[in-house]
């Protein structure tokens, strides 16, 4: 098999892993164009080329989380990993860990683990490769990647995710909250919402956000109320969708260009957590990006509009 078409056979492979490193769809696709290049390169065929492939896009994504991290501890707000619409790569033999492994709430909390403690994790417990190739991909020896597994289980295990199992049910519920939230439906909103569901959003400074976010089901559906007719005076437009494996939505305005991202967490039949991806930035591989501060220029002023000449101090 020619080297270009055994690697695109592998390309999506080779993304999901690095998208999982990194949490970023511009980085993981770079990662992935940087493992072509060094593949090319190379004079010989590898014995195995997943594992030779899977090694070097390892390397190159543990080298870019290490910069990485500097720049996301100095990010404005809370961070989130950028939106993944459809992940590329299917196993069914491990469709569960590789949809968990994918949600916003899962790689929140890889942040917490060193990137090789990430790497490991990743290449282990989500994409089930063996210790000899894992030691092979991070430049370690089999008994320290053991151990750097155990010390990443724990971290993980701590904060853990639980998701709703049913995917059918998952839908129904998300499809029954964004209509309420179209509707402006406090009620509505208020009876899909755990009791200490949080709304949190990520802008890194650069749209308008909710404040430090909402906590709390009654001040959860007060944003939500609130933020719904702003979002219909612009025409905006929600657009259920699969984010990061899960129930979400595309929030675009009129023109169809990209506003944000959300992502919903529900379990026990409830929403647990909303979290918005609102950073132009992160949303550029969605569509064509809105400019979220005219859409809030734009509603305030037809709000203002709406209530007549004393709204305006004239």
């Not at 063996?130 to 990443?152: D, T």
Request: aromatic share 8%.
């Amino acid at each position: 098999m020619p080297r270009a078409e055994e690697f695109e056979r592998l390309r999506p492979l080779l993304f999901s892993i690095a998208y999982r490193i990194l949490g970023s769809v511009s980085e993981a696709e770079d990662a992935v164009q940087d493992t072509w290049l060094r593949y090319e390169a190379t004079p010989t065929r590898p014995t195995s080329t997943k594992s030779f492939l899977s090694a070097v896009v390892t390397r190159i994504a543990i080298d870019v989380l290490r910069s990485a991290r500097v720049r996301r501890e100095e990010y404005v707000g809370p961070w989130f990993p950028e939106p993944l619409l459809s992940d590329p790569y299917q196993d069914p033999e491990r469709s569960a860990e590789l949809a968990d492994s994918l949600s916003m709430a899962a790689l929140v909390l890889l942040e917490r683990l060193s990137p090789l403690e990430r790497a490991v994790f990743v290449l282990r417990d989500v994409f089930a490769f063996g210790f000899p190739e894992i030691a092979s991909a991070v430049g370690r020896s089999e008994a320290a990647c053991r151990q750097l597994a155990v010390r990443a289980r724990r971290h993980v295990a701590a904060g853990r995710p639980r998701f709703e199992a049913d995917r059918t049910e998952r839908e129904e519920l998300a499809g029954r909250f964004f209509d309420a939230f179209k509707e402006g439906d406090v009620d509505g909103l208020r009876e899909l919402l755990a009791a200490d569901v949080q709304a949190v959003g990520d802008a890194g400074g650069k749209a308008p956000l909710w404040g430090r976010g909402a906590f709390g089901v009654e001040n959860v559906a007060r944003l939500l109320a609130a933020f719904a007719p702003w979002f219909t005076g612009i025409d905006g437009v929600v657009e259920p969708c699969e984010v990061n494996r899960h129930p979400g939505a595309i929030f675009r305005d009129r023109d169809g260009k990209v506003l944000g991202a959300w992502a919903l967490d529900i379990l026990d039949g409830q929403i647990q957590a909303i979290r918005a991806v609102l950073n132009p930035d992160k949303l550029g591989h969605v569509g064509p990006v809105a400019d979220a501060w005219a859409a809030l220029r734009e509603a305030n002023a037809a709000r203002r509009a709406a209530q007549g000449p004393d709204a305006t101090g004239s």
